[in-house]
T-cell receptor, first 114, second 113 residues
């Protein structure tokens, strides 16, 4: 069964510093992976997705993620953090067991220090 | 504008009552989903539907019920059998194919009073 694990429930960085949010997946078949962002009391917005076309995926708001099969990872990065990046981030894997559905990690809350 | 509309945004329920959360989409998506979000637990799948008049239990379906009479609508009822209903509920829709994302509504925060 497909699953994802996000390492670190809370990450804090300074404004302008590198953002690194970690996600490892478990899947017996080639996975389809997604990163979503959630601002307080709102729904989820797609940042980017990996669907096997390219291992380095660029998303919105300057974020990108690299799929590494050997490490079963799909970490999210941004070179320079901005105050507006403060939010909760979720990694998800697409699971098929009779029907396609997304399985989410526990989430990582990102705090940006001025 | 195309999207997913959840209503109400905030909902209060007395113990022993059933309440229904609304979810409507105009994206012409076949698949619709209900997730429950609790702090530190990510999103957990309650029910999903791949087509009209058909739906399947997710990982935490006990105490919940759904219907899918129209393609656009997928209401969720939280019954009195759900012992801990206070949570943030998110509705989503998608094409239902494995390499595509789900689109989310703005959520309904349910509180038991």
């Amino acid at each position: 069964a497909q699953s994802v694990t996000q390492l670190g429930s809370h990450v804090s960085v300074s404004e302008g510093a590198l953002v690194l949010l970690r996600c490892n997946y478990s899947s017996s078949v080639p996975p389809y992976l997604f990163w979503y962002v959630q601002y307080p009391n709102q729904g989820l917005q797609l940042l980017l997705k990996y669907t096997s076309a390219a291992t380095l995926v660029k998303g919105i708001n300057g974020f990108e993620a690299e799929f590494k099969k050997s490490e079963t990872s799909f970490h999210l990065t941004k070179p320079s953090a901005h105050m507006s990046d403060a939010a909760e981030y979720f990694c998800a894997v697409s699971r098929i067991q009779g029907a396609q559905k997304l399985v989410f990690g526990q989430g990582t809350r990102l705090t940006i220090n001025p | 504008d195309g999207g997913i509309t959840q209503s109400p945004k905030y909902l209060f329920r007395k113990e022993g009552q059933n309440v229904t959360l609304s979810c409507e989409q105009n994206l012409n998506h076949d698949a619709m989903y209900w997730y429950r979000q609790d702090p530190g637990q990510g999103l957990r799948l309650i029910y999903y539907s791949q087509i009209v008049n058909d739906f399947q239990k997710g990982d935490i379906a006990e105490g919940y019920s759904v219907s899918r009479e129209k393609k656009e609508s997928f209401p969720l009822t939280v019954t009195s059998a759900q012992k801990n209903p206070t949570a943030f509920y998110l509705c989503a829709s998608g094409t239902g194919t494995v390499n595509t994302e789900a689109f989310f509504g703005q959520g309904t925060r349910l509180t038991v009073v």
